[in-house]
């Protein structure tokens, strides 16, 4: 088992900046891909970025690519959300999420969910 906290969201003005951490427990916190989803009222959940067990491969949805950077700090058993240039349109609850895969996982493989943070950005 797994258990994962997000923290660090908030209300930004656009073009503004916040980083969500995700503080995982339970067990080994390095073994597993981790990543971070979206879902903003009225819409479906969708996939933000995600980060193999060791950061050295990761993956970000081209709605985001160039503006976030998703990392991970194994010591810390924390993984790292950092998003820049805000826009309206992020505004939704973010969650992070725990697959124990080797491969890119989808996201059925993710196994353990956080309870989300909500990220607000305004115009």
């Known amino acids: 088992q797994v258990q994962l906290v997000e923290s660090g969201g908030g209300l930004v003005q656009a073009g503004g900046s916040l980083r969500l951490s995700c503080a995982a427990s339970?067990?080994?916190?390095?073994?597993?891909?981790m990543g971070w989803f979206r879902q903003a009222p009225g819409k479906e959940r969708e996939f933000v970025a995600s980060?193999?067990?060791?950061?050295?491969?990761?993956y970000h949805a081209d709605s985001v690519k160039g503006r976030f950077t998703i990392s991970r700090d194994n010591a810390k058993n924390t993984v790292y959300l950092q998003m820049n240039s805000l826009k309206p349109e992020d505004t939704a609850v973010y969650s992070c999420?725990?697959?124990?895969?080797?491969?890119?996982?989808?996201?059925?493989?993710?196994?353990?969910w956080g309870q989300g943070t909500q990220v607000t950005v305004s115009s």
């Open positions: 999420a725990a697959a124990g895969t080797y491969y890119v996982p989808r996201e059925y493989d993710y196994a353990y």
């Open positions: 339970g067990r080994t916190f390095s073994n597993y891909y």
């Open positions: 980060i193999s067990w060791n950061g050295g491969s990761t």
